[in-house]
Every structure is written in structure tokens, then in C-alpha cells.
């Protein structure tokens, strides 16, 4: 029998560790795997995930070619000639928790009469619902998962797992198809002390608080030690304001999805569910602007921003990417307007002016499409200038248009060649410099800094190229897009805005970043800053309560509860559809005039409820037999 070691599996990347040509191994991020990463304190950062090499009707048609020596006592062959019966014969219903240490076994099949009037789910192959994990998995049906997490159980006690990966969870994905929908089952050794894990969904509606209730109770009176168990129990909840979108733009296909969300934490003295978080609690706001968000404030500015960037790339590349003939002729109107408005405007002395000249025609031509309407506009410019045109530009705009128009004797002028890319090269420095006067506007308006030297640092400096000082704008304007949506939602104190906004412009501005469009910032405050126009039913995604029931300093049972508005297994969140029953209905009946009633019933009605139960023992565990 051939060691696997966690080397191997980690250096077959995503594709996985072949193994007996059935499974696959992968070694993964607990972040990327539902349900596990909302405890990963007590999971770890890194797990290994077992499932299908190939899909179930690719493994359907090998399975029976299998021989695993370490599975002797039962073949795989035998295992798989029961597959149909089993996805009809669905196993366990419950879990019976006994003794000291704590064992758990599985009821019979004969003891489920009934289960078929489990109303919590209804089988659809409607819309799946959007994956919030990438990941895909082959799961397995439940006899064939519990055998493996049970095989790898008994073997790595005994110290002849074929598996080298002491201290790592291994977990199974499992199809759910069995009456008590497990998701997952996981086992962990490490120490001589031996963890067993699985995931189930209870499905969602009032009757989910009723089989809670019942796991607890279990869980408490579970052998002569459980009564003195001393139980440690934390509620957490998120708050998605923006969920990542699929946003497909032929204009800009690098669009990076804004998130924001706010994620809250704290102690709870009993079981409850899809509360809100007291007053004081402290909670971690997540906000990641992306890139050409619509949804976001600011995304005029970085329509702008974007179309500076492509100018630059085509400085970079010495060739344009617009069409040489076509003629925008509204745009050539709208320059011609404004010469003539910028002539009649200088002739009348109490003509007030709110930008330059040149800030007006950036206005125009960022809309430009065509070289030759590129060239066409500053040629009608050029022509007036050497007719005594003159227009008014701030004293530091440094763009080699207002340098001309400063120019008082005109026959000294040495106007380049309308060449496409010297016309680009006019129109960047043009945008850098009102792009530039913006950002810094914004900063000052919304009080975010106190002068306008904390930004100077961040700017390029005017001798370097225009390619350098464009590309520097970006992360500026991310750091100011940041700071302006956090405002929408968090009220800040004066102090409290310019530290983080501060630690915001450190952040975008002052590391060296690959991708400033990939970046995200956290702080924290308390829920009482947080808008309450956002702390609603509709964007609370996740809510979780995880307890651990301790024996000594020791814990030995730990139940984490997790409510979301969808199932995260792709494999099976096609076979769900609303959850709303005929139960939840008639509780809503019965509840009258309680109006608080009520809305608890609503809430639960609208989450998918799973849990994961762990049993922390010096042998055995949850799949004893």
C-alpha cells in the first residue's frame, strides 16, 4: 500500500491527487468551501476535500473495475451495485448521543417511518441559484461516503491510514440525497485525539427551530457528564450590501465586481436565531470598490479614469485603437461652440468662469470614438490660436495646450503635427490634469483630508512621462470611491473618517500592488454607525451560531448553525426550490396577531438552515458503529 503524502496532493494543484483512479484529492482553502469557512478558528485554514475523479456517470461506468486494498472488507464493486437502491432507500435520520466519552450512532432505517412527510424540502429543476463558491465537486452517495470517512477513521488510529496527512481535516463531499441530507463528513487525527464531522441541511421554516431545539437537547443530556457540560456560544452574521455580479460590458472587459459587506460578532447566553446583533457590537466593514462598478458613486469618474488608461496603453503600443475615418461631427460642432463661447466670454469682464478652457474640452473629446475627429477638434483649436485666440486656463495647469494659450506673442508658437498619437498625447494631458483637480476637489468637499498636501505624495510628479501620471491616478480615485460609498453607509466622526481615510490611501496608494482593481480595505465599528437602511432582512446573507459544549477546558461536542438564502453546493442546489411549506403557511395562520411572532417565521422561512456537528474524542467518534 503506497503512502499519499500532503506534499503530493498539494502539488497536483486544483485538478487533484488521482486516487485509485476513482477519487480525487485537493488540498483547498477553507475559504473556498461552503459552510466550512464560517468557523475556519475551529476548522483551520487548509483542508483536504475527497470526491469523484469524474462525474458520477463517467464514475458509474469504472466502478466496477475498483479494488481499494485498504476497503477490502467490503468491496467498492459491491458498494456501487447498491447505488440506485440507495439514492431511493435513503439512510439515517437522526443522530442518538450517548455515553461518556460521547459516541454517536445512527438510527435504523426502520426507525424513519414517516420521514417521508418531511415537508422542508421539494425537489426542482429550476434556476440554479449564483454561486457564491467557484469550486465544483463529484460528490459521492452517503453509504459509500460513510465508508470511507469511517475506513479512514479506524486506519488512522490504528497508524496504517494510507494517507500521511496527520493534523489536516479530510472531508467528504456527499450528494445529499439521503433522508438526512448530509452535505459532508470529515475526519480529523491529530495527537491520539480523533474529530469527527458532518454537514447536513435541515432544510428552512419554523419547523427547522424545532429540530435545532432537539439536536440541543440530545447534545445535553447525552450520558452522566453532558448535564455539566459548559457551553460557549457565538452568533455571527453578514450583511452583503453589494454582491459580486457578473457584469458584461463589451466596453470594458476587465470589469472587477464591487463587495460590500458588514460582518458581525458576538456572544449569545442561549440558542437563538437570525437575531440582530446588539447595539454595541462591534462589526468589520469589507468593501472592495473593483473596477467600473456602475452601482458604485464616482463611476462617471471612472468611466473617465478607464478611457485615460486606454489612451495610455496606445502611447505604450504606438497605435490607436480607433477607427482613422469616422467623423463624429456633433463633437467638431460642440469644439467650434466652444471657442466661440471661450472668444465672446474674454470680451466680457463679468463673465464668470468655474473651469479653464481646456477642462471644458475634456468635457467634449473624452466622448471622441475616431482619430480623425481627435485631430479635426484641435485643429480648429490651432487654427484660432494663430488667429489671436486666447482662452482662460488656471495658472497650474501645466498641459501643453494651456502653455499655448498662455503664449501672448503668437508668431513665437511651435504647434506640433496633428499626427493620431500626438493628438492622444494632447487630450491625456488634458484629463490627467482636470482628473487630478477633481480627485483633490472631492477629497477637500467631503472633508476626508485637511490640506491638499496629504495627496501630493500619491501624485506623480509633472516631470515625469504622461504615462507614469495617468497610471498614478488610478488608485487615488479607488481610495476616493472607497471613502465616498463607505459614507453612504457608515457615519463616521470627524477624526474617525480622515484616519481611515488615511489608512485607505496607505493602502491603495502606497504598497506596491499588482492590481489595485483586485483590493480590498476592512475596518471596524460599531453596528450603531452602520445605516440602518442596510442592516435589513434583504441583505443579511449569512447567520451562523456556533457552540461548544466543554468538558473541563476540553471541548468534546461543537455544533455550528448556519442559515443562508441558498444552498452552496451547486450538485445540489438544483434540487431545491423555495422552501416555504404548507407548515410554514399554517404557522403563519396561527400566528394571528403577533405580529413578532410572525416576522420570525417570515425570516426563518427565507433561509436554508445546515448544520455541522463535531464530536471531539480521544477515540471514535460521530461514525462509530
Known amino acids: 500500500m503506497s503512502i499519499i503524502s500532503i506534499e503530493s496532493i498539494i502539488n497536483a494543484g486544483q485538478d487533484g491527487y488521482p486516487w485509485n483512479d476513482i477519487y480525487r484529492l485537493r488540498y483547498i482553502e477553507i475559504q473556498k468551501v461552503p459552510y466550512l469557512c ?31 486494498e485498504e476497503f477490502d472488507d467490503n468491496s467498492l464493486s459491491a458498494l456501487n451495485q447498491q447505488n440506485s437502491e440507495e439514492d431511493k432507500e435513503n439512510q439515517p435520520q437522526e443522530y442518538n448521543l450517548e455515553g461518556n466519552p460521547l459516541k454517536v450512532t445512527f438510527l435504523t432505517k426502520s426507525m424513519l417511518d414517516g420521514a417521508e412527510n418531511n415537508t422542508a424540502f421539494r425537489i426542482n429543476y429550476g434556476d440554479l441559484a449564483k454561486r457564491r463558491f467557484p469550486l465544483h465537486f463529484n460528490p459521492l452517495n452517503i453509504s459509500e461516503a460513510k465508508k470511507i470517512s469511517n475506513k479512514i477513521s479506524t486506519l488512522s488510529i490504528k497508524g496504517t491510514s494510507p494517507l500521511n496527512i496527520e493534523g489536516v481535516p479530510l472531508w467528504v463531499v456527499v450528494d445529499g ?17 480523533h474529530t469527527s464531522y458532518a454537514t447536513k441541511l435541515l432544510g428552512c421554516g419554523h419547523q427547522i427551530i424545532n429540530k435545532l431545539e432537539s439536536l440541543f437537547s440530545q447534545i445535553s443530556s447525552a450520558g452522566p457528564q453532558a448535564a455539566k457540560y459548559r457551553v460557549r456560544r457565538v452568533a455571527q452574521c453578514v450583511y452583503d450590501v453589494l454582491t459580486p455580479q457578473e457584469m458584461v460590458h463589451s466596453h470594458e472587459p476587465e470589469i472587477v465586481s464591487a463587495i460590500f459587506s458588514v460582518h458581525a460578532k458576538w456572544a449569545v447566553y442561549k440558542d437563538e436565531y437570525l437575531t440582530r446583533p446588539p447595539a454595541t457590537t462591534p462589526v468589520t466593514i469589507h468593501f472592495a470598490p473593483g473596477w467600473m462598478d456602475s452601482r458604485l458613486s464616482l463611476y462617471e469618474r471612472s468611466v473617465e479614469v478607464s478611457f485615460l488608461m ?9 497605435q490607436t485603437a480607433w477607427p482613422s475615418s469616422k467623423i463624429q461631427h456633433e463633437i467638431l460642432e460642440k469644439v467650434s461652440n466652444l471657442i466661440e463661447v471661450e472668444s465672446l466670454a474674454k470680451s466680457s469682464p463679468n463673465e464668470q468662469h468655474d473651469y479653464d478652457f481646456t477642462e471644458k474640452l475634456w468635457d467634449i473629446l473624452k466622448e471622441c470614438e475616431s482619430s480623425e475627429t481627435l485631430s479635426r477638434s484641435f485643429k480648429l483649436i490651432f487654427d484660432k490660436l494663430c488667429n489671436d485666440f486666447s482662452a482662460m486656463v488656471r495658472s497650474d495647469n501645466i498641459s501643453s495646450l494651456a502653455k499655448w494659450l498662455r503664449v501672448s506673442r503668437r508668431e513665437d508658437l511651435a504647434l506640433p503635427r496633428l499626427e493620431p498619437l500626438t493628438c492622444v498625447q494632447l487630450l491625456i494631458e488634458i484629463g490627467i490634469d482636470r482628473i487630478k483637480r477633481d480627485i483633490t476637489t472631492d477629497f477637500l468637499a467631503n472633508q476626508l483630508i485637511q490640506s491638499v498636501t496629504d495627496l501630493q505624495p500619491f501624485f506623480k510628479p509633472n516631470s515625469l512621462a504622461v504615462e507614469e501620471r495617468a497610471t498614478a491616478l488610478l488608485p487615488i480615485h479607488l481610495a ?90 451547486e450538485h445540489f442546489a438544483s434540487k431545491m426550490k423555495s422552501c416555504r411549506s404548507k407548515e410554514n403557511n399554517l404557522a403563519l395562520k396561527e400566528s394571528g396577531d403577533n405580529e413578532e411572532t410572525k416576522e420570525g417565521l417570515e425570516l426563518v422561512d427565507l433561509y436554508y438552515c445546515t448544520v455541522t456537528l463535531a464530536s471531539i474524542l480521544p477515540q471514535g467518534g460521530i461514525f462509530s458503529n
Not at 177 to 193: F, I, M, P, T, Y
Not at 517 to 538: A, K, M
Open 480 to 569: 476616493l470611491q472607497y471613502m465616498v460609498q463607505v459614507e453612504l453607509h457608515v457615519a463616521l466622526q470627524p477624526h474617525e473618517k480622515i484616519d481611515i481615510t488615511r489608512r485607505v490611501i496607505q493602502r491603495f496608494c502606497g504598497t506596491k500592488l499588482e492590481d489595485p482593481r483586485q483590493e480590498h480595505f476592512s475596518f471596524e465599528v460599531t453596528i450603531g454607525c452602520v445605516s440602518e437602511r442596510i442592516l435589513t432582512p434583504d441583505t443579511l446573507s449569512d447567520w451562523s451560531l456556533d457552540c461548544s459544549y466543554y468538558d473541563g477546558d476540553k471541548a468534546r461536542v461543537r455544533a455550528l448553525v448556519h442559515f443562508a438564502k441558498q444552498v452552496d453546493f
Open 310 to 318: 486606454r489612451m495610455t496603453s496606445w502611447l505604450c503600443d504606438q
Open 38 to 68: 464560517q468557523s475556519p478558528l475551529f476548522f483551520g485554514k487548509d483542508l483536504i476535500i475527497i470526491d469523484h475523479l469524474n462525474p458520477k456517470e463517467t464514475y458509474n461506468k469504472n466502478i466496477n473495475s475498483i479494488s481499494l
Open 177 to 193: 440525497r439521503d433522508q438526512e441530507h448530509h452535505l459532508l463528513l470529515g475526519v480529523k487525527h491529530h495527537n491520539k485525539n
